[in-house]
């Protein structure tokens, strides 16, 4: 039996129950990505000893009879921009080669504390921007896996891993789940800690998970939300019980407002028909529901923000190797210097503005239904691909995810994505399984 198909909720029972062993699971894992990663290119570092030995920790901690963490055994890849105390943290840049930070980011000392196995470092973008790293879609190497946590969903897709961390700014968790195909989950911000994990902008960076099921990306995000007050934006709060929401069926049908956003015309031809076919099956669990006015101007104001975050963050790079940055980060962080600060406070103040608007959508429905991407993703490893889908809902911070439940013309996945009000994540997964319960119907 092949386990390195198998979900992570079902690893993490089958290694409870003792079906299966820790050990026997990274094994295969190990030997499916020997015979895909010169194909992928999906990990920056990797060393099976080093797996192999948690594996048979977590597997003598059971045989001890020792308490179990959620994840007790299961692999997880992790985005080379958190840091890690055994291994390097590189970021994606030549700037950054061979660093070593010796200390955990707060999300990876969670995950150890939940039994996860942590296989390697998975590739990311130059600093988790636009400049494609090695990695190829796993359902068609010619093409673009997305960005910027390229390996994370990569690696997922092509069933190397179970699980495996990402961040998103811009699109980068929602967009590669998008075009590899799987469940790519971003929380409300300020829900999961960035202690630790390279900084672009503070406003705007989430931490988020991939895998392989809406359970799979419950299981691996509910142990992540611990209040971590190294964490600027992070507030004292109680954990959102992710899976217990998630077991329960919705009182009544959920509904749906379907929202083309600005961006609509940016959509291609498979996209906008896969989305008719799918408002149709659903019938009259959604509606159509236009953004007011002010959301035209919200990709603006998102720009405005990164690129000065940018220039703020990698100011010091910039100093120091500013002709090895690729052109196109560069040119960010050169837009970004030049940004009257008055322009950067006025669109952080359209935050709360925004969300009140949004408020209103979420008083009549329980979440908002919009394309992930704008259709399969595109040949060529030279860029990365739009993620004008996620804009609007990155800068708001409010909960999103990708379901891979759609398909272009050249059998490319292309995801559907909900979004909640800020805070509403449990119920967001609980309408994204029904979703895809009722889409399969």
Known sequence: MDLFHISATEAAAAIRAGEITSVELVQDCLERINALEQTLGAWTRLDPEYALRQAQEAHDARQAGMPL??????????????????????????????????????????LRAAGAIIMGKTVTTELAVYAPGKTANPHDPRRTPGGSSSGSAAAV????????????????????????????????????SRHRVLQQS??????????????????????????????????????????????????VPPRLAFVKTPAWAQADGDTQAAFAELLEHLGEHVKEVELPEIFEQAIMWHRTMMEADLARSFGRDYERG????????????ERGQRYPAMEYNRAVDQIPVLNDTLDAIFEQYDAILTPATTGEAPIGLESTGSPVFCTLWTLCGVPTISLPLLQ?????????QLVASKY??????????????????
């Open 202 to 251: 503070r406003r705007l960076d989430h931490v988020g998970v991939f895998g392989r099921s809406v359970e799979d990306v419950a299981l691996i995000a509910e142990p992540l939300m611990a209040f971590d007050e190294r964490d600027p934006d992070m507030r004292p709060r109680a954990r959102l019980r992710l899976g217990e929401t998630l077991a329960e069926e919705p009182p």
């Open 322 to 333: 500013k002709d090895r940055l690729s052109m196109t980060l560069r040119e960010m962080i």
């Open 157 to 192: 897709a092509a069933a190397m891993v179970p699980l495996a961390l990402g961040t998103q700014t811009n699109g980068s968790i929602i967009r590669p789940a998008s075009y590899c195909g799987v469940y790519g989950y971003k929380p409300s911000h300020g829900l999961i």
């Open 408 to 416: 272009g013309s050249n059998r490319m996945p292309i995801g559907a």
């Open 69 to 110: 963490g959620a994840l007790h055994g299961v692999p997880v890849g992790i985005k080379d921009i958190f840091d890690t105390e055994d291994m390097p943290t590189e970021f994606g840049s030549v700037l950054h080669a061979g660093r070593t930070p010796g200390r955990d980011a707060t999300v990876v000392a969670l």
């Open 424 to 441: 509403d994540d449990a119920r967001l997964l609980r309408t994204a399984r029904w979703l895809a319960a009722f889409a399969e119907a």
